[in-house]
């Protein structure tokens, strides 16, 4: 059965330091994962996806298959990177199943 | 252009009440989800449909039933409120890619719901 884990309920660091969200799955096909973010007071919504390759506000994720991880990092926190972070799977063709989700805080 | 809106956005309930939430989407999305996010257990899908008329069990379904009669609208209904229904609601919908597969998820803004 497809599983997503994020190990850290909350991560609290400083501005200007780095920062890495975990994130591990379990999943026996081609795995297509994603990161939502949920900022406080706004709707859950898309950071960044793995097949696109991309950077959106400074975040990267790599998926590494061997360690069947897909972790999200940033070099340089920011305030307004403190959100909720969730870790996707996308399961068969139709559904997501979300990992329990991380708290970043990043202060001043 | 709303996106994806939920009605109603707050709501308390007594234990055994009957309510139905409703989703609407304006983006002519085939798919659409309810998920329930608690504390501590991120978010977990309840029902999700993938067109009109069709409606499918997710990992927390039992307590809900769902109605999917027009494309842009999705219901959520609890006949019986439980107090372990106690959460926060999300509605999402998707657009579909050229191999069926589901592709980026839109969420509506949320419904927290207390039963008493």
């Known amino acids: 059965a497809q599983r997503v884990t994020q190990p850290e309920k909350l991560l609290s660091v400083f501005k200007g330091a780095p920062v890495e969200l975990k994130c591990n799955y379990s999943?026996?096909?081609?795995?297509?994962l994603f990161w939502y973010v949920q900022y406080s007071r706004q709707r859950l919504q898309l950071l960044l996806r793995?097949?696109s390759r991309e950077s959106i506000k400074g975040f990267t994720a790599d998926l590494n298959k061997g360690e069947t991880s897909f972790h999200l990092k940033k070099p340089f926190a920011q305030e307004e990177d403190s959100a909720m972070y969730y870790c996707?799977?996308?399961?068969?063709?139709?559904?997501?199943?979300f990992g329990k989700g991380t708290m970043l805080l990043v202060s001043p | 252009n709303a996106g994806v809106t939920q009605t109603p956005k707050f709501r308390v309930l007594k234990t055994g009440q009957s309510m139905t939430l409703l989703c609407a989407q304006d983006?002519?999305?085939?798919?659409m989800y309810w998920y329930r996010q608690d504390p501590g257990m991120g978010l977990r899908l309840i029902h999700y449909?993938?067109?009109?008329?069709?409606?499918a069990k997710g990992e927390v379904p039992d307590g809900y039933n769902v109605s999917r009669l027009k494309k842009q609208n999705f219901l959520l209904g609890l006949e019986s409120a439980a107090p372990s229904q106690t959460s926060v609601y999300f509605c999402?919908?998707?657009?579909?890619?050229?191999?069926?597969?589901?592709?980026?998820?839109?969420f509506g803004a949320g419904t927290r719901l207390s039963v008493l």
């Open positions: 999402a919908s998707s657009y579909v890619t050229g191999g069926a597969m589901v592709d980026i998820q839109y």
């Open positions: 983006m002519n999305h085939e798919y």
């Open positions: 449909s993938v067109g009109e008329g069709t409606t």
């Open positions: 999943y026996s096909g081609s795995p297509e």
């Open positions: 996707a799977l996308l399961s068969g063709y139709s559904t997501l199943t």
């Open positions: 793995h097949i």
